[in-house]
């Protein structure tokens, strides 16, 4: 969105209030084993499939290749009063809350190039759609990387990671998707493609709009493309593995982790960075040496329910945010104000209702 000059922020607001639908693809459900992605001729692609939700008839499953694509297949859903779900990687289907109303399935496996790459900028331009995995290996030849660690990184797909808010154990020192979405370009409601941000690092013209779809499931739109700041690769990378009770005194020291994880009675501590900075801290913590991140991330796939910590027992805690994993569910559903936001971008719901 672009504004002449001296009109400032309030040529903005018309378009916000219109313009609202913009959102994450929830590209976060998790496609049955065995089950490739459909190659069928035309476009969009158009595949039979059972919902993964109870008490909802068989979906067809559609998989677009544009923005535009996008756009026809909303228009299509909004003329039929269905609804449409995004699909991606389906890391995290059985999660959240069922469908409240019959429609398709819109995949996002076909929207996966990338769009732009300036490396020396450190930062990337992708379709949602491209998963982290791949995204990793062609950042890695520039010696660069999204500093964002999460579970099945073969088959989340980065827009999916967006849209559930999914974080892994670099959380601790390096945040969450919150902190490197710096533009984003979505379908929203009407079928329209919009955008918001942009390609730099340093852009502060418009509403910062791209954090408020961190979460928010699909329910305010379907993302085509999204840019991405990145960081360099680390010289060096260490795991020392201590004793739960010492977590306090990690907590107060001078070490700078940038993972640390609670599970099974152990404190995972996870050191990078040059080689001289990583062996400093390991030899200052003490304890053994191991590589419990894959296993980790894969219990944390394993745990639906989200909940603040407070010192009591979980399966897997992030002391540092302050975050539990536990066994069962634990929102009842979304809040109040997360409706009144979802109303005002997609008044009809169109969107992933649930």
């Not at 994450?24 to 001729?41: C, E, I, K, M, V």
């Not at 035309?42 to 677009?64: A, C, K, M, N």
């Not at 496996?109 to 982290?132: E, F, K």
Request: net charge neutral.
């Amino acid at each position: 969105m672009k504004h002449g000059k001296g009109q400032g922020i309030f040529c903005l607001f018309p378009c916000f209030i219109r313009v609202h639908p913009w959102l994450w693809f929830l590209d976060a459900y998790n496609r049955p084993s065995g089950t490739p992605p459909s190659a069928d001729a035309g476009i969009p692609h158009v595949t039979p499939t059972l919902s993964p939700f109870e008490g909802l008839q068989s979906l067809l499953l559609r998989q677009p290749a544009s923005a535009a694509e996008v756009g026809e297949l909303v228009r299509e859903a909004a003329s039929e009063a269905l609804a449409v779900y995004p699909v991606g990687g389906r890391t995290a289907v059985e999660f959240g809350l069922p469908p409240r109303k019959s429609g398709f399935h819109l995949e996002t496996c076909r929207l996966d190039q990338v769009i732009d790459y300036p490396a020396r900028d450190m930062t990337i331009t992708v379709q949602a759609g491209l998963t982290v995995a791949r995204l990793q290996t062609i950042l890695a030849r520039e010696n660069q990387r999204l500093p964002i660690d999460v579970p099945h990184a073969d088959r989340a797909t980065v827009g999916g990671i967006v849209a559930a808010n999914v974080s892994g154990p670099r959380r601790y020192g390096c945040g969450t998707l919150r902190d490197y979405v710096i533009g984003i370009s979505v379908v929203n409601d009407e079928g329209h493609e919009v955008k918001a941000g942009g390609r730099v690092v340093k852009n502060v013209a418009g509403y910062d709009l791209g954090k408020l779809f961190c979460g928010s499931r699909g329910r305010l739109g379907r993302v085509e493309r999204l840019a991405l700041r990145l960081h360099p690769l680390p010289e060096a990378a260490r795991t020392i593995v201590v004793e739960a009770s010492r977590w306090p005194d990690v907590h107060r020291s001078q070490l700078v982790p940038s993972a640390v994880d609670l599970a099974r009675g152990r404190l995972h501590v996870f050191f990078e960075g040059s080689q001289r900075a990583v062996a400093a801290q390991a030899a200052a913590l003490g304890g053994e040496e191991a590589d419990p991140w894959e296993e980790l991330r894969e219990l944390q796939a394993r745990l639906p329910g989200r909940a603040r910590w407070d010192g009591q027992e979980a399966p897997l805690v992030r002391p540092g945010p302050r975050v539990a994993y536990l066994e069962q569910e634990t929102s009842a559903g979304w809040s109040p104000l997360a409706e009144r936001v979802r109303a005002a971008f997609d008044p009809e719901g169109k969107c992933s209702p649930s």
